[in-house]
């Protein structure tokens, strides 16, 4: 019931900035929580980022706290992360999910899942 499509990955040196965009076809985000997660190679996925769409409150992995931000434009059914001061260590495939459980941490609790889009890195 729910298509989802990741954009926005791309090669960034350490530092930089870069935006993923997040879109659903087929019903809209408004019932749902939305997440991003990430998977780098040889690791689990690992949590990122969440909003609900409705209220809006966001929560954020450690690790990327204060650095991206997550919001949702309601005209377009988006959600995008907003990807700050980028490290290397955030190179992964970054992954959009939308799921019932609002403000939920786990990659098991979210049903609809994009292809994922590469972020890469460098030194």
């Known amino acids: 019931q729910v298509q989802l499509v990741e954009s926005g990955g791309g090669l960034v040196q350490a530092g930089g900035s870069l935006r993923l965009s997040c879109a659903a076809s087929g019903r809209a985000f408004s019932t749902y929580a939305v997440g991003w997660f990430r998977q780098a190679p040889g690791k689990e996925r690992e949590f990122v980022s969440t909003?609900?769409?409705?209220?809006?409150?966001?929560h954020y992995a450690d690790s990327v706290k204060d650095r991206f931000t997550i919001s949702r434009v309601n005209a377009k059914n988006t959600v995008y992360l907003q990807m700050n001061s980028l490290k290397p260590e955030d190179t992964a495939v970054y992954y959009c999910?939308?799921?019932?459980?609002?403000?939920?941490?786990?990659?098991?609790?979210?049903?609809?899942w994009g292809q994922g889009t590469q972020v890469t890195v460098s030194s």
């Open positions: 909003i609900s769409w409705h209220s809006g409150n966001t």
């Open positions: 999910a939308a799921g019932v459980a609002a403000g939920s941490r786990r990659s098991r609790e979210y049903d609809y």
